[in-house]
């Protein structure tokens, strides 16, 4: 009869390969996630084919109050031009992608989350979205933009600190400005294209995602056992590209 041996594997290492498991799969969810979320961008802008936008998918507070309530769901998915659309969604769907090592729930609520910040903010804080409306990706673009710094922040890699720290202050700094003055950055190279900008959505967008974030972060330390909480960090080095975010106007 031949002995088997028995091996003993670390418990650390078999979590750990559960783990990378389980972002494989997260980032192929992600892949098949995008493909709806383009699919729906382009349904709700085939207007601008004709020379108009969708304007009955915008947010108008008047109009939520009269019953059109679907306006709080579709408005971020709406542009005003092909410019518009081309900035937003561009920026949008590369924030996305890089959240591809989180779970699907997750990237669905930072979504949520800048989103509802953009609006609250907009809605609380601008009165000509009375008149004007609201619509548009950037709030939920600088949102996620901000939480891809935050993840690339908690990195074991010192350069990718940096590079995290960096992209979340250059947002958090663009937001706070564009906030104080009512005005976008660079807003005279857009021609006219933006329609009528309402700058403080990208501010709420940023503050919605983040407080997210920490929510997530502050449940995520908590599920570990206490002797590893010092030591932990969600994002690995090897998680993130050093692919540039451009963050929309």
């Known amino acids: 009869m031949k002995a088997i041996a028995e091996v003993h594997v670390p418990a650390a290492e078999i979590s750990h390969a559960e783990e990378l498991t389980a972002r494989s799969v997260e980032k192929a969810h992600c892949r098949y996630e995008l493909a709806p979320l383009a699919a729906l961008i382009a349904l709700l802008n085939l207007p601008l084919m004709a020379g108009h936008f969708a304007d009955c998918f915008a947010f ?5 109050r009269a019953g059109e309530w679907w306006r709080l769901l579709t408005h971020p998915f709406v542009h005003v031009s092909w410019y518009h659309l081309l900035l937003d969604a561009t920026a949008f769907f590369m924030a996305y992608a890089e959240l591809r090592p989180r779970r699907w729930r997750e990237r669905f609520g930072l979504v949520a989350a800048a989103g509802a910040g953009g609006l ?11 008149t004007c409306g609201l619509c548009g990706l950037s709030g939920i673009a600088h949102g996620l933009a901000a939480v891809v710094g935050l993840d690339l922040a908690q990195s074991r890699d010192r350069l990718l600190r940096r590079v995290g720290l960096a992209s979340f202050a250059g947002v958090v700094l663009k937001s706070l400005v564009e906030a104080l003055t009512g005005e976008i950055l660079f807003a005279s190279w857009h021609f006219g ?16 995602a983040s407080i997210l974030w920490l929510c997530f972060r502050a449940n995520r330390r908590q599920a570990l056992p206490p002797g590893n909480r010092a030591d932990w960090h969600y ?6 590209g050093f692919s540039l975010l451009a963050v929309p106007a």
């Not at 108008?60 to 939520?64: E, M």
């Not at 609250?120 to 979205?129: G, H």
């Not at 994002?235 to 993130?240: E, T």
């Open 120 to 130: 609250l903010a907009a809605w609380w804080t601008a009165p000509v979205v009375a």
């Open 235 to 240: 994002a690995k080095g090897s998680s993130h």
């Open 193 to 208: 294209w933006l329609g009528t900008p309402i700058a403080v959505c990208h501010a709420g967008g940023v503050i919605g």
């Open 60 to 64: 108008l507070p008047g109009a939520v």
